[in-house]
């Protein structure tokens, strides 16, 4: 039996939509048996008042011609103007918003990208760049603004993680670097510092700190202990600054005036620098 223009155009595209649907892999079958249905022209409402609020469908009993234009069914009738049949089909697939790592993620990746690295002695410039890049979105989502004031400050820190040259004593032979742990205690009451080397060498230093914002300290050195008994007042040069970046219970990051970075393990909290 021939079919009428309207059943053939209908049967056209409602083939060329199952054929691209099929292809959208994101595309459920529902979705592709609602534009099946919806598709076939000869079910359309023709009185305007019974089609759904979401479907809106031409009146007009002219010739059409349908045109597809990304989700609408676009119909011309032969006088020229234009009429839209919309309905509720999307023919892109939606992208969910990528969420963002937590704090604890972030941490945890930090923690595995500086273990091997011999607390920042062996890195490459490529784990340099890596290291700094964690520790910028871990400062990103820092909850304490005010780091001098926070109780959070006090205790004994283990150094994990420096690019200080001068700590790392990289210009020594291996055997004669600190190979022992590095701690950094701080009171942030009495602004009281104190940086500990141990095996082989043992070295001290305590520290005044000077509050130059809530986040930011300048470091005056004052007592070098030698081999951990031997005091040396410190020499006038000995001073810089120091920023902390980040800080909860249990990771603080710190940047310092001459660009290094400095990422600390709280291992103490109760630990107090003496007077």
């Known amino acids: 039996m021939a079919r009428s223009r309207p059943q053939l155009y209908s049967g056209i595209l409602s083939q060329f939509l199952l054929h691209f649907l ?24 023709r009185n305007p008042q019974r089609v759904p609020s979401h479907i809106s469908v031409p009146t007009k009993q002219s010739e059409r011609r349908f045109l597809l234009n990304t989700g609408n069914l676009e119909v011309c009738n032969c006088e020229g103007s234009v009429e839209k049949w919309r309905v509720g089909i999307s023919f892109f697939p939606s992208f969910q918003k990528k969420k963002g790592k937590s ?7 930090l923690f595995q990208a500086i273990e091997p690295l011999d607390r920042g002695a062996e890195a490459t410039p490529e784990d340099k760049e890596r290291i700094d890049q964690i520790a910028s979105e871990l400062e990103a989502v820092n909850t304490i603004k005010e780091p001098l004031k926070s109780d959070l400050l006090n205790g004994k820190w283990e150094l994990i993680y420096t690019t200080s040259r001068s700590i790392l004593a990289t210009e020594r032979p291996k055997f004669l670097r600190p190979n022992g742990k590095i701690y950094q205690a701080i009171n942030a009451d009495t602004l009281r510092a104190q940086n500990m080397e141990t095996w082989p060498y043992f070295n001290q230093v305590t520290a005044n700190l000077v509050p130059l914002s809530s986040t930011r300290v300048a470091v005056r050195f004052d007592t070098f202990k030698i081999l951990g008994f031997i005091p040396i007042k410190a020499p006038g040069r000995g001073k810089g600054e120091l920023e902390i970046t980040y800080l909860d219970e249990e990771i603080r990051v710190s940047r310092g005036d001459k660009g290094n970075l400095f990422i600390l393990k709280m291992v103490d909290p109760t630990y107090r620098v003496p007077l």
């Open 103 to 109: 704090r604890e993620e972030i941490k945890e990746e």
């Open 22 to 45: 099929h292809s959208q892999s994101s595309i459920s079958f529902t979705m592709a048996t609602m534009a099946t249905c919806a598709i076939s022209i000869s079910t359309l409402p």
